[in-house]
């Protein structure tokens, strides 16, 4: 199997949202002074939150003893390991948590598919987040901060979307972050086990069956993600004492990058809990092509009656993506539709900010650049998505509007509203 087919298979999903990733002339972070020297890592930093809270964090190992694993026949439970960002009290004396562990960058750094970023040349393991690890939670009323989950693109460890996530947190969000264990390059379980993806060799044996293998398999990958979310969703009210009581499991949103927003928007469609979703560029059919109706998902065909938020790439919207297309017109609830100009997949991952820090220390071309995510300028990006993604979390799970999906504003040039 070559990568190229894995891309293909997987088009807007992210192994491939991680392939489709290196930007544009301007970082979201000062990049390094000078050049590595032959042997030396290139490092990266990512945009820190703007919200009133500091961020707490803690990593939860969670058993579905109801579940063999899908993926590993010889695993009689499914394992999954999540993060959840959270309002911190304060965090003094609490260190800065890592972006990936070391097991989980360097399966991330072996399913590479960045173009043209050769493998062992990035420190992936030394990035930090803006998070701090088991800080004491911020003070909340009796019904606890509202909850959002998220999901990240196939092949794509939970934190490729460390961003977004802090910045809900900093919001005011409990925040929960979930690997899909052997669709996620890799993850890293307490104890130092690692387990990583079986799915290129899953797509290698399905490419081989033929057409309507492939379809089978990207109808698994998409139900084993709803049934991992919704095994999260049950967890919600047993977590551990420093976050208990501080959920309100009546309040719960979802969103996601690729197929992680597809998951989003099948969870939200299949269970009543949550009560509003958001797609970052996630294709929402079984297909290999975004035009393409063959193979629609039950949140196509039916539609969802809670409200979606869609933001996609440039062009990509609900007249060219068909599977977009149908859920803009079987849905009863509140929709939008929008486009980040000048985007590409990836720009909604944290490859928006990193991406650029590796340009000049690892000699990447602007074209080069440019053709993976976009030409919009990466601190424009980012701040867009977060304006987006909180405005409506923020309408539809606190009920406070602030108006800003309303139509176009001038405060986020950046983003065309589709009709």
């Not at 961020?55 to 959840?84: A, F, N």
């Not at 990240?152 to 972050?177: F, I, Q």
């Not at 208990?244 to 927003?261: K, T």
């Amino acid at each position: 199997m070559t990568t190229s087919s894995f891309r293909r298979v997987f088009l807007s999903t992210a192994a491939l949202a991680v392939t489709a990733c290196l930007t544009c002339t301007s970082a979201a972070v000062a990049a390094p002074a000078a050049p590595p020297g032959p042997s030396a890592l290139a490092r990266m930093s990512l945009p820190a939150p703007t919200g009133a809270y500091p961020v707490g964090t803690t990593s939860l190992h969670l058993t579905d003893r109801g579940r063999p694993d899908p993926w590993v026949g010889s695993q009689p439970y499914r394992e999954l390991m999540v993060s959840v960002r959270y309002p911190a009290q304060n965090v003094a004396g609490h260190p800065r948590a890592p972006q990936m562990l070391p097991g989980e960058a360097a399966g991330f750094d072996a399913l590479n598919n960045l173009t043209d970023i050769p493998k062992g040349r990035a420190d992936w393991a030394a990035t930090r987040s803006h998070a701090y690890t088991e800080a004491p939670v911020a003070r909340h009323s009796p019904r606890g901060f509202p909850v959002v989950l998220y999901s990240p693109g196939v092949g794509d460890p939970r934190t490729l979307g460390t961003t977004l996530c802090d910045e809900l947190a900093s919001r005011g969000y409990v925040v929960v972050m979930i690997d899909h264990t052997y669709d996620a390059s890799a993850v890293e379980f307490p104890g130092g086990r690692v387990e990583k993806t079986v799915l290129p060799e899953e797509f290698g044996k399905a490419d081989k069956a033929g057409k309507a293998q492939v379809t089978a398999l990207l109808k698994k990958t998409l139900a084993v993600r709803v049934a991992d979310t919704r095994f999260v969703l049950d967890q919600l009210g047993q977590l551990p004492g420093r976050l208990r009581g501080a959920l309100d499991l009546d309040a719960v949103g979802m969103f996601g990058q690729s197929a992680g927003g597809f998951t989003a928007a099948q969870t939200m469609h299949d269970d009543p809990r949550i009560k509003a979703a958001a797609n970052l560029d996630g294709v929402m059919g079984y297909t290999q092509r975004d035009d393409d109706p063959a193979n629609p998902s039950s949140v196509g065909t039916d539609g969802v009656d809670r409200p979606l938020l869609l933001m996609g790439k440039e062009g990509n919207n609900h007249h060219t993506v068909a599977s977009w297309g149908a859920v803009w017109q079987h849905s009863k609830g509140w929709l939008r539709d929008l486009t980040l100009t000048g985007s590409e997949h990836a720009s909604y991952t944290d490859m928006q900010s990193e991406i650029p820090q590796l340009a000049r220390p690892l000699g990447l071309s602007a074209q080069t650049v440019a053709a993976n995510i976009g030409t919009v300028e990466p601190k424009r990006s980012v701040a867009s998505q977060e304006a987006c993604t909180a405005a409506f979390f923020d309408r539809w799970l606190r009920g406070q509007d602030r108006h800003l999906l309303d139509g176009p504003s001038a405060r986020l040039p950046e983003v065309r509203f589709v009709k």
